[in-house]
């Protein structure tokens, strides 16, 4: 399975991403704005592969105006349903449809692994202004929590998909930081949040089924995996309250 067609596969389920992928803890954009040196109000932001709004009602909370970037027909049309005051252009990291040096800060939540690196970074430099910020990150689960590590390996061997190694926080030398920093020659900060959520097992399950993983699977082999792991999960959380634990995984480069 190509990655292109992973990364398309979020538009048929849409709704279910909306529903049940977890938001972000409002400690990861206190962080954005300590490290871009300014406040997120009145601020020119793209959130590019926007999907569904997720990052983007966040953004606006704090006052930025944002205007979104998403390839997908689905995602796109689950946006306009969630904020529809909020433009929203057709696009994606390589080939940005914005004008040159026009946006304070870009961001890209969940989905900077789906570009070409190659081609999103002089992108990126190309649309923020002098001094703009790019910040780029990623819910990922805490491994250090026994049953999250364990729910992991099944969904890797279930869905034949090589299991994360460590937390980020194990891995200094991670490739993201790395690229972004060799490719564009910036200095690039990193940061890791912790914070959890508690969620219905319903809710639970039908966030893991909404990754791409699972999604180019298809109903059958999802649905398979989904009984067995709810009967897994109803031993460890009898009431079927599940405690998500997460680490958000930031990089935030500034322009020169």
């Known amino acids: 399975m190509t990655a292109d067609s992973r990364a398309h596969s979020f538009n048929a389920a849409a709704a279910q991403y909306a529903a049940n992928r977890p938001s972000y803890p409002p400690a990861l954009l206190d962080t954005v704005e300590r490290l871009m040196d300014r406040p997120l109000a009145g601020a020119r932001v793209a959130d590019v592969g926007a999907g569904t709004g997720i990052a983007t009602v966040l953004l606006r909370e704090r006052g930025a105006e944002v205007i979104a970037v998403e390839p997908g027909d689905g995602m796109a049309a689950q946006f306009r349903r969630t ?3 909020v433009p929203i252009v057709r696009g994606d990291g390589n080939a940005l449809p914005l004008a040159d040096a026009s ?3 870009i961001t890209y939540a969940q ?11 002089p992108e990126a430099l190309r649309v923020l202004r002098p001094g703009g910020t790019l910040a780029l990150w990623w ?7 026994p049953w ?10 279930h869905c034949g998909v090589k299991p994360p190694a460590s937390s980020p926080g194990e891995r200094p030398d991670d490739s993201r930081a790395i690229e972004l ?3 564009a020659g910036l200095a690039v900060v990193r940061r890791h949040l912790r914070w959890s959520r508690v969620v219905p097992l319903d809710t639970h399950l039908a966030n893991i089924s909404s990754h791409s993983a699972f999604l180019v699977l298809g109903e059958s082999g999802t649905r398979a995996f989904l009984t067995e792991e ?3 999960l109803r031993e460890l959380f009898p009431d079927e309250t599940v405690e998500e634990t997460y680490v958000v995984d930031l990089l935030v480069a500034t322009r020169p």
């Open 83 to 85: 904020l529809p005051d």
């Open 181 to 183: 920093a060799g490719l």
């Open 139 to 145: 819910n990922t689960s805490a491994l250090d929590v």
């Open 148 to 157: 999250i590590a364990a729910q992991h390996e099944r969904v890797a061997r």
């Open 103 to 105: 946006r304070d800060l």
């Open 111 to 121: 989905s900077w692994h789906w570009t070409d690196t190659g081609r999103s970074v």
């Open 230 to 232: 709810r009967t897994r």
